[in-house]
């Protein structure tokens, strides 16, 4: 068994203190005489290689949380790592990677979706810190581990450690105030679980301050919590540009210097930036010893040995030829598949091919390959939009476009009309399906999405008045219509009488393929909402207030317009029989429907403490598949039944802890959610 | 046989004072007690109807102008009609049209293309003042005569009177300087000729002043010079705002009400705009006459009366099933072959399918919408990118993709480095097709092209340093390499030597089908260049001198890159047995290859004068196909031979003009230009 740790050891104690410096920086540069070449450990690879050229693009981050699918996610992680290392190994020829070269892959991000406008927030697997844990370690494992009995093969970083959800306007100076219970009950339960399951390579410190402090560069943080408390193993990371935001934006130190001298003092090994360059004029000021320097140097080096960087490894088979491959496709497809929900359906879906003749595909969403990609993407090397999936699915009538109406943030200028087209083109139709929402350049990060009202964010989750005119207009003809909203976060669907609604998430390159399949019954819906759909924008308590109180469906109070987990399919499945251990519950689920499906069984927990609790929270689940008419005994084991106190102490629940399971019902009202959740059995 | 003067009189006069200033705007309200419905003047349509949601997209109007066929531009733009009375035949159902519904297009765009930074000169027909009128008279003529006997199709309106070629981010407070000579010479010419021959309904003055008068205020360009010398019969309307920037961007006036009494009293008959609301209070100020506001709104519904707006027309049966029909679809595709140009070829084109097994379609243009589309588009259907279109044809083979560069003018962020996959993929290749230059993001009006680093113009016509290393590097793999350079201007195509070099301008929605038809020879190629591209950055006057002199084929003394009118075919072509009369010159032209192909005979003038003249200039062409191994004899008509002296007074030549016919000649050396036209004969 090598020691990596010891190799690193030995292999840094023959740099010089330049050299040592030097590494310490995301580009870091070669050191000949050592056999180590250039590398830069800034890559992407939230949902497919990001910006890299041709590449897997899979459905966004939040998409991939919609399939409620552990397993699925992993293979779609273990083929981004696989594309990784092809590019990497075609990196080499060059003498070393260059940015989104490599394979330390700044992944996943793990935040949690705190409030609907983040414009990242399509990004983090939703609002629920359990979903976020089962998904983040399942795409760590799919990331880290490969076929190579000695080398990782690739390197996860987590992210953004913590309390980090917007204003991205605001992030390089923000302060999130955070209470110690929200932060234990909430903003770091993620990290602590995925540390402790899957033993992340990298965790990555957010930009903005938490209660005061850096997270890039205050030692309670990343010392006491992470490596401590969590048990990581790993180096930690600035976001890019975090450290020099210490005396820039945020103002804690007072030159780059100090920048520095805090980041490393704090146990951040990489700075991606650099900012780092300063160390050495530290260290001859007597601000920082060497030893914290080798530290840093020795955690990152024992990772590149890890990964096999100065060694043959059984990876360096990998060539380009596997990227976007036939395997990687179906695997995609099959994600952007079980990412899609069903929200609504009067029996209209799923329609039979040739039932109607004319189709009007309608909406801004309809053909716009920018309500495709999600923000960090790939190129792929073919991208299917919904008409075009629709279109290419139902090949003998005729299938025609629209653009129809404007999403919000859509920049004044010459689009000034498509209102009347889109209703004249719906009067043509005898179906009319309706692409609405918002795309990746309304929300997005801080100044990627070039139309959003607030550098990233939105302002508000409404649709657009000309998509509001629209759907007044078009719902007036008497036609039958299905809704798709396609969006990477909440949005306020209107409320009109529409046969069917589907949410699509950014869903990839196959989106509009995937799509058709749902529509035409190819594929039983199976996702669920990963965050909760609300009602009304004044029922949101301010953007920059942190408290998760009246925040996401373990906290809030209002009615909504769709819960968290929610997602109907088109067979009908019963829960039956269950008991619970201390570990898990068991229960019987019947498909009582003429139809093979997949479910998502959710088990819940109620408590009934004296002091503040989630209203109630997922404690375990899992995917099924049905056969029609079949029956399956499942065993869902849960996490440890855990309260937190208002100073955050976790405690045992004192008193009883009612634990309920659930599937969706057709015959769901938004306006009694408890109904959704059967009271079954307490544990 | 009506007199639609006298109906617009008798119509006009029962309208109230108010009423008649509503209807010298754009967007003229309805006077219900008349019948007449309210219609938005304001329509587009350079190479199909824009911004109207889904239309033919044509190659941007530059490329129409390379295909130097007529008659092709003619069916392109009765296309373009037709599906302007798709569109307006749709609004009547809404009770009138708004913004680019109507059948009033301002279209074409007959500026001089005066220097290749302008980022509007896509729009034009290139640096010619007579390829110019002989393709914008085609132009009129098919957006306006259709079959019904009584009623025209569409108004014809070209622009902008005149000497308007940017820069864009001055054009509302810009004074163009021009000499007589030039004027008469170069800038007025096209106007002339295309009002003389095709009588467009309407002319639209530029926003810039032209030697410090209003080009919408001044009554010697209208009503001296529009009118009176070219004959113009029709409605004048200012370039959207132009009449405010007046006082507002060019302070020639002191208030919106001297701003409109300007426009009005000079003869601008139509306001895109608001500024003719203060014409009642400049009316009661004594400022105008009620006359001159009855003259105007005469014209207008003259016009309005012409095009059936308040009758049965053969054109009401139009409906919106014609929008982008296998027929249009059919022109579609060939004026995006005929615009292609052959500027090199060592005998690798046209390619055989199946001869190269793995062909990598390299570059920021291979898949690029932003490349195909050009400026004022509409939606296309559907598109097909150079790397689709090649991908499509040679079904058998592998055809991969990689970005590979990016262009000048892109954003920094996250598109680093994609030099090395794009070398990467070229290794694998046995043939490169590298597909460059610039897009509709970096070239295009005031504030539209997002990454221009001039608001819409190029500051060079260099390819990016991006662009430059991937070219060497792929050179040094010692493969087979195509470069299709796309833009809509020139560039200076780096000096590498690959196999063959094609240019498409934005090709439309078939641009990529239309290539690969090219470079599998499908199609002989037969465009030619309708501008310059120059050698270097230094030899080009500065971009805001107006002076003709050291601009254009007809007054650049240097090397240049490419000549005007240069166009290579896979067929070979000799001229021989050339006599001219005063008005024509016939000649024999034989195919001597093997390969059934179309050439363009092109005449051009040589002057002898004592004062200053264009070196050489087009007066006649004609576009003749011919079978292999066949001379046809053909006959061109010439414009009348017709020079000007310093003070822009047209005069007779004097002494000898020497007539010369060209060919395209593979021998071509771009540093011995006048060797490209053969001496054949004198007048």
Same mark, same amino acid.
Request: charge should be negative.
């Given at each position: 068994m090598r020691n990596f740790k010891e190799e690193a050891k030995a292999l840094v104690s023959q740099m010089t203190l330049d050299e040592k410096i030097s590494q310490l920086m995301h580009h870091a540069p070669a050191i000949e005489r050592l056999n180590i070449p250039k590398y830069n450990y800034w890559n992407e690879g939230l949902h497919g290689v990001a910006r890299a050229g041709i590449a897997s693009v899979f459905p966004q981050a939040i998409g991939l949380a919609a399939t409620f699918n552990p397993k699925l996610i992993r293979e779609v992680a273990s083929v981004i790592s696989t594309e990784a290392r092809a590019k990497y190994n075609q990196s080499k020829v060059f003498g070393g990677t260059e940015i989104y070269q490599g394979i330390t892959i700044w992944s996943p991000n793990i935040n949690i979706f705190r409030d609907p406008r983040w414009g990242r927030g399509q990004e983090t697997y939703g609002e629920d810190p359990y979903l976020t844990s089962v998904m983040g370690i399942s795409f760590v494992k799919g990331l880290q581990e490969g076929e190579d009995p000695i080398f990782q093969k690739a390197d996860s970083t987590i992210k953004h450690f913590f309390a980090h959800s917007g204003p991205e306007s605001k992030r390089h100076g923000f302060d999130a105030k955070v209470s110690l219970k929200d932060m234990n009950e909430t903003y770091t339960r993620a990290f602590k679980r995925v540390i402790e399951k899957a033993n992340p390579a990298g965790v990555m410190g957010a930009y903005n301050l938490v209660n005061g402090k850096a997270c890039s560069g205050n030692s309670y943080y990343i010392n006491q919590m992470i490596r401590n408390e969590f048990g990581f193993k790993g180096y930690y990371v600035s976001d890019c540009g975090a450290i020099s935001d210490f005396h820039q934006g945020h103002r804690i130190t007072k030159s780059a210097t100090q920048s520095a001298v805090l980041g490393l003092a704090s146990g951040c090994d990489l700075n991606c930036g650099d900012t780092y360059t300063h160390l050495k004029e530290a260290l001859n000021q007597g601000l920082i010893h060497e030893d914290q320097i080798n530290q840093s140097v020795e955690r990152l080096f024992e990772s590149r040995i890890r990964l096999g960087m100065f060694e043959k490894t059984q990876y360096d088979e990998i060539s380009s030829d596997v990227i976007d491959s036939r395997k990687h496709q179906k695997i995609n497809l099959r994600a952007a598949q079980e990412s899609i929900v069903l929200l609504k359906n009067n029996g209209i879906l799923p329609i039979q091919k040739g039932s109607y003749q004319r189709i009007a595909v309608i909406g801004n969403n309809a053909n716009n390959i920018d309500a495709v990609m999600g923000n960090y993407h790939g190129t792929a090397s073919s991208v299917v939009t919904p008409y075009q999936g629709i279109k290419q699915e139902d090949i003998h009538v005729e299938v025609k476009y629209a653009m129809g109406a404007v999403p919000q943030g859509s920049p004044k200028g010459w689009l000034e009309q498509p209102i009347r087209e889109g209703v004249a083109l719906a009067k043509w139709a005898d179906l009319v399906i309706l692409v609405l929402g918002i795309d990746n350049t309304i929300e997005g990060e801080e100044n990627d999405a070039r139309h959003s009202p607030a550098q990233g964010d939105k302002i508000t989750l409404e649709y657009s008045i000309s998509q509001k005119q629209l759907i007044d207009a078009v719902m007036k003809l008497n036609k039958k219509v299905i809704l798709v909203n396609v969006s990477g976060s909440a949005m306020i669907i209107p409320n009109a009488p529409f046969d069917a609604i589907l949410q699509q998430f950014y869903g990839g390159q196959f989106a509009g393929k995937a799509l058709a399949d749902i529509i035409y019954g190819n594929v039983n819906p199976s996702g669920k909402l990963p965050v909760t759909f609300y009602? *009304?924008?004044?029922?949101?308590?301010?953007?920059?207030?942190?408290?998760?109180?009246? *925040?996401t469906y373990r906290y809030f109070n209002h009615d909504i317009q769709y819960p968290f987990g929610y997602g109907l399919s088109y067979s009908k499945f019963e829960i039956k029989g269950i008991s619970c251990t201390k570990k898990s519950c068991t229960l019987d689920v019947t498909n009582t429907s003429d139809l093979e499906g997949m479910e998502v069984i959710q088990l819940y927990a109620k408590y009934n403490e004296s002091f503040d609790t989630p209203i109630y929270e997922l404690i375990g689940f899992q995917k099924v598949n049905l056969k029609p008419h079949t029956t399956k005994t499942v065993k869902i084991s849960y996490q440890t039944l855990m309260v937190f106190d208002q100073k955050g102490k976790p405690r045992k629940p004192k008193k009883e802890v009612k634990i309920f399971a659930s599937v969706t019902l057709p015959s769901y009202d938004p306006n009694r959610i408890h109904e959704r959740v059967k009271e079954m059995k307490k544990a």
């Open positions: 009602l *009304r924008m004044e029922d949101l308590p301010d953007f920059e207030d942190y408290q998760m109180k009246g *925040r």
